[in-house]
T-cell receptor, first 108, second 114 residues
């Protein structure tokens, strides 16, 4: 079965500090990896996906097949980054599996 | 305002009662999904539909039923067979069912048991 592991339920960082939200996935072929974010009182929305190799709101995520990881990083945290973050993976025909989520709290 | 509309926001169910959660989208997406969100559990897939009149079970389909009579609509019924229905339910859609497709989510329905 596909698994997505986000080891931290809660991550607190000070404003301006670097952020790294961890995500590990079970290996199976060529996975598609995503980060979704849910800000307070807003809908869950796509933040970024690995195939796009993009930086959104200063966040980046690199797929490391050797470590089966897709950690989300930002060099300088901002208060508006406080949210719930979900890592998700898909593979082959549809079956998107979500991790349990990490709540990021940025301390002013 | 384009997007996905879920109703109601809050719903209460009595013992032995079936309840139906509504999900409508005007994005012209072929694929629609229902997820259940429990605290500390992430999102778990209940059912998904690739096209009208077709739907597939997800990981936790027992106690739930769906229909897809129109492209825009994908209602979820929580039946009396679902013994632990209290949860936050999210509906989502995508252009098609592919593992690399972006999902668009509704604002959710909180279901509680009286």
């Amino acid at each position: 079965a596909q698994r997505v592991t986000q080891p931290e339920k809660l991550l607190s960082v000070f404003k301006g500090a670097p952020v790294e939200l961890k995500c590990n996935y079970s290996y199976s072929g060529s996975p598609e990896l995503f980060w979704y974010v849910q800000y307070s009182r807003q809908r869950l929305q796509l933040l970024l996906r690995h195939i796009s190799r993009e930086s959104i709101k200063g966040f980046t995520a690199d797929l490391n097949k050797g470590e089966t990881s897709f950690h989300l990083k930002k060099p300088f945290a901002q208060e508006e980054d406080s949210a719930m973050y979900y890592c998700a993976r898909g593979a082959g025909s549809y079956q998107l599996t979500f991790g349990k989520g990490t709540k990021l709290s940025v301390i002013p | 305002d384009g997007g996905i509309t879920q109703s109601p926001k809050y719903l209460f169910r009595k013992e032995g009662q079936n309840v139906t959660l509504s999900c409508e989208q005007n994005l012209n997406h072929d694929a629609m999904y229902w997820y259940r969100q429990d605290p500390g559990q992430g999102l778990r897939l209940i059912y998904y539909s690739q096209i009208v009149n077709d739907f597939q079970k997800g990981d936790i389909a027992e106690g739930y039923s769906v229909s897809r009579e129109k492209k825009e609509s994908f209602p979820l019924t929580v039946t009396s067979a679902q013994k632990n229905p209290t949860a936050f339910y999210l509906c989502a859609s995508s252009r098609r069912v592919r593992s690399n497709e972006k999902l668009f989510f509704g604002s959710g329905t909180q279901l509680s048991v009286l």
